[in-house]
């Protein structure tokens, strides 16, 4: 019912910068909550960050380095990561948590996840 679409990964240097972002489309009262996620090669998903109508909130690892923010009128969420590292390499993913209707449930979408290489 929601299709999460992401954009914005691919190679690029230590030290260098990309900006990945993410639009939401379906059937949407509204978004309370939308992130990202990360998962490296053999590791756990991850929180890299997430923000909310008055809130963010980030992994420590990214303190300072990436910047989280949201569209509403687009329904849409961005990730500008700065300073990149190699241990930033992963594959992200966002989500959006999403009522369907005034006062209904919330439920989770996922996107389908953007590679994002760190290397020289």
């Known amino acids: 019912q929601v299709q999460l679409v992401e954009s914005g990964g691919g190679l690029v240097q230590p030290g260098g910068s990309l900006r990945l972002s993410c639009a939401a489309s379906g059937s949407i009262f509204s978004i309370e909550v939308m992130g990202w996620y990360r998962q490296a090669p053999g590791s756990q998903r991850e929180l890299v960050a997430t923000v909310t109508s008055g809130n963010t909130n980030y992994a420590d690892s990214v303190k300072g380095r990436f910047t989280i923010s949201r569209d509403n009128a687009k329904n849409a969420v961005y990730l500008q990561m700065n300073s990149l590292k190699p241990e930033d390499t992963a594959v992200y993913y966002c989500?959006?948590?999403?009522?369907?209707?005034?006062?209904?449930?919330?439920?989770?979408?996922w996107g389908q996840g953007t590679q994002v290489t760190v290397s020289s």
């Open positions: 989500n959006a948590d999403v009522r369907h209707r005034e006062y209904g449930p919330v439920f989770r979408y």
